[in-house]
């Protein structure tokens, strides 16, 4: 007895051992019941011209997706936020650099809200004796400056990311040969704070009065004859930001009359913008105008004045414009789906026009179509 039970305890670690390995095969099978991906066995696989041409077509697809969207995923995403404004300010700065065909002696340039506030724009504004026409070199300044402003599209409302996107405006170059003559025209450049209010900017004949009810104009004291308000918008702004081209950037107006008035309508809307570069946003001011043109047939001040009236108001609403990374996440998900997507479709399809090749040949001509 003692010699069985000396041999029965020699096979006790084998029966442990084996019935281990009983248990992890068990565990293994109960394991590949949750498989959802049965495998079929080479043997018994079919492989046809067909399904090689459609792998082929289906690789080529998959590679030129993955690509296209490898790039779409190094671009900028831009996001575009629109909010009541909150701004408390009661001031912006309006940038200005406009020429009139007169002498500035016999100029104008007045501001007035509809608080009743009034200023006289020569507190702010230069005035420097220019001539209005251009040299050669000049003109082509212009001519590029308006297709760049084309080209970002400064129409309005439709280009909110050349606050973003536009190049550094370079100023109008010195005349190029130097003009002769005398100095007909008159530059008013410069920066100057008006209120977050509806306001009429004006350029007008005859210097203004300023009295408690607003200003006069002394128009009676300008000859007729020196009246012409064609003028040239080199610079109107409403914003620090001396990035891209504005509404009414490179604006050039010529008019033989002397009675003739020029009316722009604005709307002014806040804006904020923030590049990759930098930290916080830039607030400004981006505006769409549209503006009016007619003769007056009267003596000054019966139907109006002659002159450039610039008339804006400020919309409630501010536009955050924001470039950002996408997401690495996102640009996984999106890989997944083109792979994923194309992969199952072209099985689908190849399955159906199987299928339907099956259904429209005899069974011999399968076969040999098959092979």
Same mark, same amino acid.
């Given at each position: 007895?003692?010699?069985q039970?000396?041999?029965?305890s020699?096979?006790?670690p ?12 068990k565990?293994k ?6 498989d959802?991906?049965?495998?079929v066995? %080479? @043997?018994?696989?079919?492989?046809t *011209?067909?399904g090689?041409?459609a792998?082929? !077509?289906? /690789? ?20 575009y936020k629109?909010?009541v ?7 912006l ?9 007169m ?33 050669p070199?000049?003109r082509q300044w212009?001519?590029a400056?308006?297709?760049t402003r084309e080209?970002?599209?400064?129409h309005g409302?439709d280009?909110?990311q050349?606050?973003l996107?536009?190049?550094?405006r370079e100023?109008? %170059? @010195?005349?190029?040969p130097?003009l *002769?003559?005398?100095?007909?025209g008159?530059? !008013?450049? /410069? ?11 004006h350029?007008?004949p005859?210097k203004s ?14 000859p007729?004859n020196?009246?012409?308000f064609?003028?040239?918008i080199?610079r ?17 107006k010529?008019?033989?009359s ?9 709307k002014v ?25 007619r003769?007056i047939e ?5 139907g109006g004045?002659?002159g450039?009236y ?17 997401s690495a996440?996102?640009f996984?998900v ?9 992969f199952?479709?072209t099985g689908?399809l190849?399955?159906?026009?199987t299928?339907?090749v ?6 011999a ?6 092979q």
């Amino acid at each position: 007895l003692n010699q069985q039970a000396s041999n029965f305890s020699v096979f006790l670690p084998l029966i442990s051992t084996m019935r281990r390995i009983s248990r992890r095969e068990k565990l293994k099978e109960d394991v590949k019941s949750f498989d959802v991906f049965p495998k079929v066995e %080479p @043997e018994i696989q079919q492989r046809t *011209s067909s399904g090689a041409l459609a792998t082929i !077509l289906m /690789g080529l697809a998959i590679s030129a997706l993955v690509i296209s969207e490898f790039y779409y995923y190094r671009t900028v995403d831009v996001v575009y936020k629109y909010s009541v404004d909150s701004e408390v300010s009661n001031e912006l700065n309006m940038t200005l650099d406009i020429t009139i065909a007169m002498p500035c002696g016999f100029l104008g340039a007045d501001y007035i809200d509809v608080s009743g506030q009034s200023k006289d724009a020569a507190n702010w504004l230069q005035q420097d004796a220019a001539h209005f026409e251009l040299a050669p070199n000049q003109r082509q300044w212009l001519d590029a400056f308006a297709a760049t402003r084309e080209l970002e599209g400064a129409h309005g409302l439709d280009s909110l990311q050349r606050f973003l996107h536009g190049a550094l405006r370079e100023p109008m %170059p @010195e005349a190029i040969p130097p003009l *002769s003559g005398p100095q007909n025209g008159c530059r !008013l450049h /410069g920066t100057m704070p008006i209120n977050r209010v509806a306001a009429n900017f004006h350029i007008t004949p005859g210097k203004s009065v300023h009295h408690a009810r607003g200003h006069s104009h002394m128009a009676g004291t300008v000859p007729v004859n020196l009246v012409n308000f064609s003028h040239r918008i080199d610079r109107l702004s409403f914003s620090e930001e001396h990035r891209g081209a504005h509404t009414l950037d490179g604006d050039l107006k010529v008019t033989n009359s002397n009675f003739q008035m020029y009316q722009y309508f604005l709307k002014v809307v806040p804006t904020s913008t923030q590049r990759l570069d930098q930290a916080t946003p830039f607030r400004s001011n981006q505006f769409s105008v549209t503006e009016e043109t007619r003769v007056i047939e009267q003596a000054f001040g019966a139907g109006g004045m002659p002159g450039v009236y610039f008339k804006f108001d400020l919309e409630p609403l501010t536009v955050s414009i924001i470039e950002q990374r996408r997401s690495a996440l996102q640009f996984l998900v999106r890989l997944c789906a083109i792979v994923g997507g194309i992969f199952a479709t072209t099985g689908m399809l190849l399955q159906l026009l199987t299928g339907v090749v099956a259904t429209a040949q005899p069974p011999a001509m399968l076969g040999e179509a098959r092979q």
